[in-house]
């Protein structure tokens, strides 16, 4: 089971960070967002080609109101 | 480039202060660089150069419409963002209204309590925000928010090593702040009580300090409660100051914004003018010379 911000998602393992960015709505291009899989950063370039694995933890990230 | 002394008001060790004529002392004769200190009185960080010494928190805005007319009464050019899951339904609209108001983004590493975590987060800071500088926090205590100074200094390690503007929340501890910046720190960013805490500058004294121990621009980074707190704040020789919840939790965040922006700018021209020393008795401002005596 793939997480996605901390809860159980029914993303399949395979499907690339852009495939589940595409579900959130979120373009390649979309800014203000940051992408980790199990506590490393995948670079935006790397979004397209980035596969996931079965028990992979995933943070998308955004901007918000802080410090 | 720390041009004078710590200046908490109190009597500075040398050359500083010298009783002149009362009421005309020159820049000169208070020891003090000749320097007039009006608009275009830059602060540079990292070699960018920023206008306005306020830089301003977006967290604890009641709206971001408010949070918009905040950072255009502000003058602010810089603003801290933070970096949090993102959810569906509320997404887009800071960096909507941020690219708008042009201002820049400063990312910060805000609910980080560990080295490993705040370097990760920089990193994620980095892709979202296509920006090298991080405001730095390494939070060591939940109740205080005070930062963790062993992981602190080992984040910011990291960071400049890869590349990043590190602007690090410290303690208002000279120590650190200097080994903040022998690291490669380009800011050293004392607190001056407890963030949201609104107390003020508890420990002017340490913030001379630090003044003198380091030679990267000073910013002040918490316990702004108002207006006077930013001013104290230009007037014991901070290079800036970072307001949030003083502005944004105000019971009229952009009258806030605009008490604090002419703080900020009062402090610093008082600053450079180099105050009066203190004293514990009077000095008299009217020349005594050709009193009449009425016998």
């Not at chain 2, 918009?68 to 801290?80: C, D, K, M, P, Q």
């Not at chain 2, 887009?92 to 108001?101: P, Q, T």
């Not at chain 2, 390494?138 to 990291?158: K, Q």
């Amino acid at each position: 089971m793939i997480r996605l911000n901390g809860a159980d998602s029914d993303v399949a393992a395979g499907e690339t960070v852009a495939e589940l960015l595409a579900r959130m709505d979120l373009s390649p291009q979309a800014r203000g967002v940051a992408v980790a899989v199990d506590g490393e950063v995948v670079p935006r370039a790397r979004w397209g080609s980035f596969t996931l694995a079965e028990d992979a933890r995933v943070e998308v990230l955004t901007a918000m109101q802080g410090g | 480039m720390s041009e004078t002394i710590g200046d908490t008001g109190a009597v500075r060790p040398a050359g500083a202060g010298a009783s002149s004529s009362a009421g005309t002392g020159s820049a000169r004769a208070n020891g003090l660089p000749a320097r007039a200190r009006p608009a275009g009185d830059d602060l540079v960080i990292a070699g960018r150069m920023l206008h306005s010494r306020l830089l301003l928190g977006t967290g604890g805005f009641p709206s971001l419409a408010i949070l918009a007319e905040a950072i255009a009464a502000s003058g602010s050019e810089l603003v801290t963002v933070a970096l949090r899951r993102l959810d569906p339904a509320t997404r887009g609209s800071l960096i909507d209204v941020l690219d708008e108001a042009g201002v820049g983004i400063l990312p910060n590493t805000a609910g980080c309590f560990t080295a490993r975590d705040a370097v990760i987060t920089a990193r994620l800071a980095r892709e979202a925000f296509e920006t090298d500088w991080i405001k730095l926090e390494v939070i060591g205590d939940e109740d205080t928010l005070m930062p963790d100074a062993p992981e602190l200094l080992r984040a910011a390690e990291e960071l400049v090593d890869d590349g990043f503007v590190v602007l690090p929340y410290t303690n208002d501890d000279p120590v650190l702040a200097r080994r903040l910046a022998d690291v490669g720190c380009a800011a050293v960013m004392p607190l001056g009580s407890p963030i949201g805490s609104g107390m003020g500058i508890r420990n002017p004294y340490n913030l001379a300090l630090i003044r003198d121990a380091v030679e990267v621009p000073l910013v002040l980074d918490a316990g702004i409660g108002t207006a006077s707190d930013a001013a104290l704040a230009m007037e014991l020789g901070c290079d800036a100051v970072l307001a949030a919840s003083a502005i944004s939790r105000a019971e009229d965040p952009v009258r806030m914004a605009r008490a604090i922006r002419a703080a900020v700018e009062a402090g610093r021209l008082a600053r450079g003018a180099g105050r009066i020393p203190r004293r514990t008795y009077a000095t008299p401002s009217t020349p005594e010379q050709g009193l009449p005596d009425f016998g």
